[in-house]
């Protein structure tokens, strides 16, 4: 997953400001690790899925779609943001989805994940998960670094003004 910031790279292409170096690898093993262990111990095992008995099936059920809604439009919202414009200079992305979180694609696919859980809950699907946020919020820091270094002061603002993770409730 790409970040906000546009970078040009040559005449014809323009590239983004740079990713934890194994970035990808990372997020497809973690999101295979967690549908695995959700997965298996939702229809398989049963160990750590205590929980279903204890929630209603309609408030599970809510609660998943809403996640999955909330999460698919975060990173259709934060990838139309960063894709659907060619910049010519060196641009920071504030605007939709960059204006609530400073990294609305990692957070919408753990909101995704989160939608499995409430479905049916496992509690060794939710500590992969926790895992994975930590595993976010590294390769977050690891990038911001890099628009740090590309953008200095710009991005260092735009630190203070929006969270990292949780949106703001503004009035």
């Not at 400001?17 to 398989?44: K, R, T």
């Amino acid at each position: 997953m790409r970040k906000g910031v546009v970078v040009k790279i040559s005449k014809h292409r323009i590239g983004l400001g740079s990713e934890h170096p194994y970035c990808d690898s990372l997020q497809n093993i973690m999101i295979g690790l967690f549908f695995a262990v959700w997965g298996v111990d939702a229809f398989i095992l049963n160990y750590s899925t205590v929980l279903v008995g204890l929630i209603p099936l309609l408030l599970r059920l809510f609660l998943a779609i809403l996640s999955l809604s909330i999460g698919v439009y975060l990173v259709a919202k934060s990838h139309k943001a960063i894709f659907s414009e060619v910049h010519e200079h060196t641009t920071l992305i504030e605007s939709g989805a960059y204006s609530w979180v400073r990294h609305p694609m990692y957070l919408g696919t753990l909101i995704s994940c989160l939608g499995f859980f409430f479905a049916i809950p496992s509690l060794l699907s939710l500590a992969v998960w926790i895992a994975f946020f930590l595993l976010y919020n590294k390769m977050a820091t690891y990038e911001e670094n890099d628009l740090i270094r590309i953008l200095g002061e710009e991005y260092i603002a735009y630190q203070k003004r929006v969270p990292k993770w949780f949106p703001r409730i503004r009035s």
